[in-house]
């Protein structure tokens, strides 16, 4: 995972995103694309290429099952984030507030370049016991593709 993040790295202010992993879960592949922007943050918050990122984004392979798409305490995976969770907490504010609700985030061309509205994206974390990874979710008809934007280290 190493190798691939540092190969395309060099690459990642010239697109919306670019595609690091691939996962195979019940037949559905998951394809897992990193930002800029995640890039960034990640730095800032200093788990960038860590043990922990690495760990949060093995949990990829889970998948995203849409009929436990809401995280209950001690799993790990991807589940949804919820705009009318009380009160709201960082992952929320990081998310809504700082990439899908603001105009200058980029959002708009993620979700141009994935060919899906705004409204279509699915807000969610990926989850492992030490660092959320968060990001949106496009559903396509043979595959989902994860963009991660941001992470989140509070309990």
């Keep these: 995972m190493k190798t691939r993040l540092t190969a395309i790295e060099p690459r990642l202010d010239e697109a919306p995103f670019i595609e690091a992993f691939v996962f195979q879960r019940d037949q559905r ?24 990122m690495f760990a949060s984004l093995k949990n990829a392979a889970y998948g995203f099952d849409p009929n436990k798409a809401r995280s209950v305490g001690g ?64 559903q396509q008809p043979h595959a989902d593709l994860l963009v991660l934007v941001d992470c989140d280290r509070s309990e």
């Design 29 to 52: 592949p998951l394809h897992v694309a990193i930002t800029a922007t995640f890039r960034k943050h990640s730095k800032k918050e200093g788990v960038w290429k860590s043990k922990e």
């Design 75 to 138: 799993r790990d995976g991807i589940f949804l984030l919820d705009r009318n969770f009380r009160p709201p907490n960082p992952m929320m504010r990081k998310v809504f507030d700082h990439f899908l609700d603001k105009p200058s985030s980029g959002a708009k061309e993620l979700a141009a370049s994935l060919g899906v509205t705004l409204q279509q994206l699915l807000p969610v974390r990926l989850v492992s016991h030490h660092l959320r990874l968060l990001g949106v979710l496009a």
